[in-house]
């Protein structure tokens, strides 16, 4: 190998265990030190691009396959429980299910809409952007899942660690989802509580809080806009005792540890 | 089961029989700093290098009975990645224009090395043309041979030390140096 074929090499692989290649760097001190720098420069490359893995994310990886796994679970259960002939009976009806959810939402918001409830419907530009970026989100996601309380405290903890190391949930027995998702322009955390009068979302999103607490009719659903440490919390119900339900539950659950 | 008794006789980890959970686990223990680093330098942006990342390692866990040996299961979790990477991209290519732009301030943001000589070494990285910064990229953050780079982008070896030996020259060329560079000389 003579030095031009070799500083080719150098180029290519300068790790190389070729015999040709390292017998030449012993022979020639100038092209051992012109491998040298070429390896040096692929450290410091590989240095200038060291970051360190948020420390959560091993944990998320395995949750979410955890999750996966029960969930396709869950649809062998379904599967065993119905029979393949059984499914297709059962499309109707939920079918049936979502347009009678439709019309309730409809009779709600028109209800709402009719002026029955004394919210300020004057809405900033905060607050209109955290609700139309959590109304967004939601229409985007037809279908919100429902797991169980464990699953779905597991999951909004091991998240909020990732996305806000010092906002903490407490367990709430009828949480049924959560995941960190888009919402408009912001992310946030968006989870659903189950209450008496229904499913309730509500929506963490990091930042600057809102000046103060506001509740208001948005898009046929009952909102509150409330200002908290390192973000805003926004709730979404049907009704105004759900918003109320929700509301309470999560002044106690919501804590921060500073 | 232990880990001793998924190695054979060169100590070699036998992913063949072993469980599919304990496969998963050690998949994400030996690879994931690696992936995020790469991850994070193709996507230029923390949440969206963990979508990814999270992404492809469901379609990992999706098919990870095909995967039988340990050594070549770098080099099949890229392989994955990338192909994640490629969709998300399609999607997500407006928003990433946009993250190009502010480079040096996201730089910092995202938690590399700050100071001007690695910036520049960086830099120059990024200018290469997309042929080149690929194998070097591989073979610098993810380590691995040309071999494995030829197999993960699907070109011969041959093709890939030419790549390399282009990648190199190119970057000696973007530092201003004739010599090698050497960190804390950059830029000076």
Not at chain 1, 133 to 161: C, F, R, Y
Not at chain 2, 20 to 47: F, G
Request: net charge negative; with cysteine.
């Amino acid at each position: 190998m003579n030095c031009l074929e070799f500083k080719r090499l150098a180029l290519s692989d300068p790790n190389s265990g070729d015999h040709g290649f390292v017998r030449h760097s012993k022979d020639c001190p100038d092209c051992l030190k012109y491998v040298a720098g070429v390896r040096r420069m692929d450290n410091d490359l590989s240095r200038s691009l060291d970051v360190s893995m948020p420390s959560d994310l091993i944990a998320r990886l395995q949750l979410n396959q955890e999750m996966m796994e029960e969930d396709a679970g869950q649809q062998d259960d379904f599967d065993a429980s119905t029979g393949s002939g059984n499914v297709v009976a059962f499309q109707p009806m939920r079918r049936y299910a979502i347009a009678a959810c439709l019309a309730l939402s409809l009779f709600v918001g028109g209800f709402l809409a009719s002026g029955q409830f004394s919210f300020n419907q004057d809405i900033g530009s905060d607050y209109e952007a955290l609700l139309s970026g959590v109304v967004e989100h939601m229409n985007e996601q037809a279908v919100t899942p429902i797991w169980d309380a464990n699953k779905a405290n597991k999951s909004a903890n091991t998240l909020l660690a990732s996305y806000d190391g010092e906002m903490k949930l407490k367990f709430l027995s009828n949480l049924q989802f959560s995941r960190i998702c888009p919402m408009g322009q912001y992310k946030g955390l968006h989870a659903s509580l189950e209450t008496d009068d229904g499913q309730v979302t509500f929506a963490y999103i990091k930042g600057a809080p809102v000046g103060e607490m506001l509740d208001a009719g948005y898009e046929g659903y009952v909102s509150r806009v409330k200002p908290v440490r390192g973000g805003n919390l926004i709730i979404m119900s049907r009704t105004n005792k759900g918003l109320q339900q929700a509301n309470d539950q999560l002044e106690d659950a919501m804590y921060w540890d500073i | 089961m232990t880990d001793s008794s998924n190695e054979n006789d060169q100590g070699q980890v036998n992913y063949d029989i072993m469980d599919k959970k304990r496969k998963y686990a050690l998949l994400i223990e030996a690879h994931s700093q690696d992936l995020y680093k790469y991850a994070l330098w193709l996507c230029k942006d923390k949440n969206m290098a963990e979508d990814v990342m999270q992404e492809a390692f469901l379609r990992a866990w999706k098919s990870l009975d095909s995967l039988r040996e340990a050594k070549a299961a770098k080099g099949w979790l890229f392989t994955i990645f990338r192909r994640e990477h490629a969709r998300q991209f399609e999607r997500k290519q407006f928003q990433y224009q946009d993250v190009e732009e502010m480079d040096t301030l996201a730089d910092a943001t995202m938690g590399y090395d700050d100071r001007p000589e690695a910036f520049a070494l960086r830099n120059a990285l990024k200018r290469l043309p997309q042929d080149y910064r690929e194998p070097l990229e591989m073979q610098v953050l993810g380590g691995f041979s040309c071999d494995e780079i030829a197999t993960i982008l699907d070109i011969s070896s041959s093709a890939v030390m030419t790549r390399l030996f282009r990648a190199r020259k190119k970057m000696r060329q973007i530092l201003g140096h004739e010599s090698a560079p050497q960190l804390g000389v950059v830029g000076d």
